[in-house]
């Protein structure tokens, strides 16, 4: 009886600690983070920008930095890219460092959001909606 529980909390015991490790080695395997530069004014664009990131699937974190401009964030790669993440957020409003808004997009933002558009930007980037 007493080597039924020592096995019995040796197994238990050897599983409980490999699934967490096995976890995290695929997860560190499939997930990404970069920090690229999207264009907002306030704690409006902060919620629209963070928002319009989490609605892509794959992706895990999003922290705008209104002072700095950066937007860092996290997805699983095997999920989403970087790209599909600045698209999106452009759609929302936003230029970022490869995509802008439509005009209309950006004359449609609330007064405080109408951020002053970068020149170089506008003149470099594509379109959201862009192939």
């Known amino acids: 009886m007493l080597k039924k529980i020592n096995l019995f909390a040796f197994v238990t015991m050897f599983t409980f600690l490999l699934i967490p ?3 995290a080695v695929a997860q560190g ?6 920090e690229f530069t999207v ?13 319009a990131a989490y609605s892509v699937r ?20 095997d999920r989403t890219d970087q790209e599909t993440i600045e698209r999106t957020i452009a759609k929302a409003g936003h230029d970022t460092e490869n995509f802008i808004t439509d005009e ?5 933002l609330h007064h405080c959001c109408i951020y002053p558009r970068d020149p170089e930007m506008l003149e470099n980037n594509r379109l959201y909606n862009e192939e």
């Open 29 to 34: 395997r499939n997930v990404e983070e970069v």
């Open 39 to 51: 264009l907002g004014n306030c704690g409006m664009c902060k919620d629209r920008i963070e928002r």
């Open 58 to 77: 794959g992706v895990r974190s999003a922290n705008w930095n209104q002072e700095q401009q950066k937007l860092i964030i996290t997805f699983r790669t």
């Open 104 to 108: 209309e997009t950006h004359a449609n």
């Open 21 to 23: 490790q096995n976890d």
